[in-house]
């Protein structure tokens, strides 16, 4: 079945640093690929997405492109603030179906 | 705001106390989704409704049950609790394009605890 693979946290940077958290998945056919962020307290919200091979998805200064060929979407952002500590979910969808499979989250800790 | 809300923020019972929780939305959307997360641990999804087409996944243990009455609200019923159905529980909804779902809008959750 379909499922989404992404690096254990926690990551902990300094203000500033460069970010990757990388993930990679399988799935049958063309999937749909999300980074999804998770703040203390709060439910998961849409970060970015790509829907097609090559797209790059970006949002407040992240982005992730869909490569197909290494079948991964890691997220990436040039430099990270304290703010951006947070638990970040890659996500995955199929066509013919409704289920977005999730990966297990990477929480971030961002240091002043 | 258009927005998915869930009731209560926390919510305690006994073991193999009934209890259910709330989710309601004002969204419009088609596709309603319960997901349980247990802590450090991917979303898992319980069951969806795409309208009144309820979905249930092969693992879902028969102890959860889910009701949907309108578009607005649905409803997790946990039969009999059990100390490993304590977890944080994830409404969320989808208004599909192209057969799938691209977007998915998440309640706050409810913590669940049980004693």
């Known amino acids: 079945g379909d499922s989404v693979t992404q690096m254990e946290g926690p990551v902990t940077l300094s203000e500033e640093a460069f970010l990757t958290i990388n993930c990679t998945y399988t799935a049958t056919g063309y999937p749909s690929l999300f980074w999804y962020v998770q703040y203390p307290g709060e439910g998961l919200q849409l970060l970015l997405k790509a829907t097609k091979a090559d797209d790059k998805g970006s949002n407040k200064g992240f982005e992730a492109t869909y490569r197909k060929e290494t079948t991964s979407f890691h997220l990436e952002k040039g430099s990270v603030q304290v703010s951006d500590s947070a638990v970040y979910f890659c996500?995955?969808?199929?066509?013919?179906?409704?289920?977005?499979?999730f990966g297990a989250g990477t929480r971030l800790f961002v240091k002043a | 705001d258009a927005m998915v809300i869930q009731n209560p923020r926390y919510q305690v019972t006994q073991f193999g106390k009934p209890v259910t929780l709330s989710c309601s939305q004002t969204l419009n959307h088609n596709v309603m989704y319960w997901y349980q997360q247990k802590s450090s641990q991917a979303p898992k999804l319980l069951f969806h409704y795409y309208d009144k087409d309820f979905n249930n996944e092969a693992d879902t243990p028969d102890n959860f049950q889910s009701r949907r009455p309108n578009t607005s609200f649905c409803f997790l019923d946990i039969r009999s609790p059990g100390l490993g159905d304590a977890a944080m529980y994830l409404c969320a909804t989808s208004l599909p394009s192209g057969g799938r779902s691209e977007k998915l809008f998440f309640g706050s959750g409810t913590q669940l605890s049980v004693l």
């Open positions: 996500a995955l969808s199929s066509p013919g179906g409704f289920k977005t499979i």
